[in-house]
T-cell receptor, first 114, second 112 residues
């Protein structure tokens, strides 16, 4: 399966600022996804990152708050904009390879907004 | 959209006993059902998966069963060990072309 490098691993940010999280996959993948995981909770899908077109957002998540880029088949970014303490969470990227249904995860970004 | 329910939320077993975690899904078109293990502070790791064209799959001490008619699937861990302690998530996906929808998770504690 694909190996995903995600950074930063953690950050503490001031409210009102923005943070961009990056994910790099070691092979070309058709599908990339961004999830949020609150402490002790399950994974909630934020959006599907589409190569060459706008991301597809899930209910409750909007592009102005979570802009996503996917310039090629190995890289994607998620920006958390105008942050508030409620945005404190772990953000994970995920990718699905063409050769199987397997979904791999990045190591996560632990975000704390103060 | 897909909805996945998972039970129990916590499970405590003695070392050597078996553990069973159950999930149900709502979308009959879902055809891929993975199970992930997540240790504290780590990313989810795939431990086993099953596709809708089979009813059971086994990998050493871990097995998964799928009942498409009832839309439920289960994870079975035999001869549990303390290192099996973690949070386990089930998930479901349609045709392998969409994101996974996760269950709420089960915190498994194996007592030595």
């Amino acid at each position: 399966s694909a190996v995903i490098s995600q950074k930063p691993s953690r950050d503490i940010c001031q409210r009102g600022t923005s943070l961009t999280i990056q994910c790099q996959v070691d092979s070309q993948v058709t599908m990339m996804f961004w999830y949020r995981q609150q402490p002790g909770q399950s994974l909630t899908l934020i959006a599907t990152a589409n190569q060459g077109s706008e991301a597809t957002y899930e209910s409750g998540f909007v592009i102005d708050k979570f802009p996503i880029s996917r310039p090629n088949l190995t890289f994607s970014t998620l920006t958390v904009s105008n942050m508030s303490p409620e945005d404190s969470s772990i953000y994970l990227c995920s990718a699905r390879t063409d050769r199987s249904y397997g979904y791999t995860f990045g190591s996560g970004t632990r975000l704390t907004v103060v | 959209g897909e909805n996945v329910e998972q039970h129990p939320s916590t499970l405590s077993v003695q070392e050597g006993d078996s553990a069973v975690i159950k999930c149900t899904y709502s979308d009959s078109a879902s055809n891929y059902f993975p199970w992930y293990k997540q240790e504290l502070g780590k990313r989810p790791q795939l431990i086993i998966d099953i596709r809708s064209n089979v009813g059971e799959k086994k990998d050493q001490r871990i097995a998964v069963t799928l009942n498409k008619t009832a839309k439920h699937f289960s994870l079975h861990i035999t001869e549990t060990q303390p290192e099996d302690s973690a949070v386990y998530f089930c998930a479901a996906s349609k045709e392998g072309r969409r994101a996974l929808t996760f269950g709420s998770g089960t915190r498994l504690q194996v007592q030595p």
